[in-house]
T-cell receptor
Framework: TQLLEQSPQFLSIQEGENLTVYCNSS?????LQWYRQEPGEGPVLLVT?????EVKKLKRLTFQFGDARKDSSLHITAAQPGDTGLYLC????????????FGRGTQLTVWP | EPEVTQTPSHQVTQMGQEVILRCVPI?????FYWYRQILGQKVEFLVS????????KSEIFDDQFSVERPDGSNFTLKIRSTKLEDSAMYFC???????????FGEGSRLTVL
């Protein structure tokens, strides 16, 4: 089993602040995906990072994959109340396409 | 936009009863999955299905669980004799081809009493 430790579990910040969510493992993943999940809904893919050291930007969100492909981070700049939600990281590491190992998630609350 | 649809959205059942959760993956997708999420816990992989057979299953997916693609559109998860600990949100997902984005359905909440 490939474990992904995600931190922090909860994050409560004011609008305009920056934040970083971390996803760490002792295992190497072929890709690392970040999802956002709203209550009562399924996870929705935000980004996939594949190459060690890769950085991807999605508006105010910056995703980074560690050089060794064991860790990843999500950085949000100038957070807004609309960013509130559950953020999940998931690693793809086995031989089966789509077999993901999920972190526990970070519940982000951004206050106006 | 094409989406994965799941029914029912919520099912309540008695322990020991059989449950079938249904999914309609996106029409041109080839790889199908079931994941589950117990309240407050991680999303966990159950099973992957390709070319009409299981390609991988987790240790959770014991002989009480089965999957089927009875026709060209539906993908079902059957739990033969439900236990209290089967209470969870069950997500169906699909991929068109690899590597590709995994699309999740909105989930079916199963409550076992």
């Amino acid at each position: 089993t490939q474990l992904l430790e995600q931190s922090p579990q909860f994050l409560s910040i004011q609008e305009g602040e920056n934040l970083t969510v971390y996803c760490n493992s002792s295992s190497v993943f072929s890709s690392l995906q970040w999802y956002r999940q709203e209550p009562g809904e399924g996870p929705v893919l935000l980004v996939t990072v594949v190459t060690g050291g890769e950085v991807k930007k999605l508006k105010r969100l910056t995703f980074q994959f560690g050089d060794a492909r064991k860790d990843s981070s999500l950085h949000i700049t100038a957070a807004q109340p609309g960013d509130t939600g559950l953020y999940l990281c998931a690693g793809e590491g086995g031989s089966t396409l789509g077999r993901l190992y999920f972190g526990r998630g970070t519940q982000l609350t951004v206050w106006p | 936009e094409p989406e994965v649809t799941q029914t029912p959205s919520h099912q309540v059942t008695q322990m020991g009863q059989e449950v079938i959760l249904r999914c309609v993956p996106i029409s041109n997708h080839l790889y199908f999955y079931w994941y589950r999420q117990i309240l407050g816990q991680k999303v966990e992989f159950l099973v992957s299905f390709y070319n009409n057979e299981i390609s991988e299953k987790s240790e959770i997916f014991d002989d009480q669980f089965s999957v089927e693609r009875p026709d060209g559109s539906n993908f079902t998860l059957k739990i033969r004799s439900t236990k209290l600990e089967d209470s969870a949100m069950y997500f169906c997902a699909s991929i068109r081809t690899g590597p590709g984005e995994l699309f999740f359905g909105e989930g079916s909440r199963l409550t076992v009493l």
